[in-house]
């Protein structure tokens, strides 16, 4: 067995067991077993399930997995600006919304580098 299968077949046991704990979170948030920090088990829960994603994606298409991968993290970055900038329920610190902005920035920055990298994309 080559080793890629073996990797890939281990991404996708992590990728189960992390959905399995999302799908667990979420069920006992919507049923009520959580009388303060509900919304916080909601988000918990969905984050895991996006973690879950490329890793269940991985063994069957790496591109898929790549795809997913952007997806989840682009929609980390934009909710990470909106806490830090967008929210008005809390006073978010300066360390916060500096991480913000380098989070978004350095995703760009990965983006345009493997976007440079790869031969035939744009055109």
Do not use: D, N
Request: aromatic residues 8%.
């Amino acid at each position: 067995m080559r080793l890629s299968k073996v990797l890939g077949s281990i991404a996708f046991v992590a990728g189960l067991l992390l959905a399995i704990a999302g799908c667990g979170m979420l069920v006992l948030a919507a049923s009520g077993a959580f009388v303060e920090g509900q919304a916080g088990a909601y988000l918990a829960g969905a984050s895991l399930m996006a973690a879950a994603a490329p890793l269940l994606a991985l063994p069957f298409s790496t591109r898929i997995a790549k795809v997913t991968t952007f997806v989840v993290l682009a929609g980390s970055a934009l909710v990470m600006l909106w806490a830090a900038f967008g929210s008005t329920t809390t006073v978010p610190s300066v360390g916060f919304q500096v991480a913000a902005v380098v989070f978004v920035l350095l995703l760009l920055f990965r983006v345009a580098t493997a976007l440079r990298k790869t031969p035939g994309v744009g055109t």
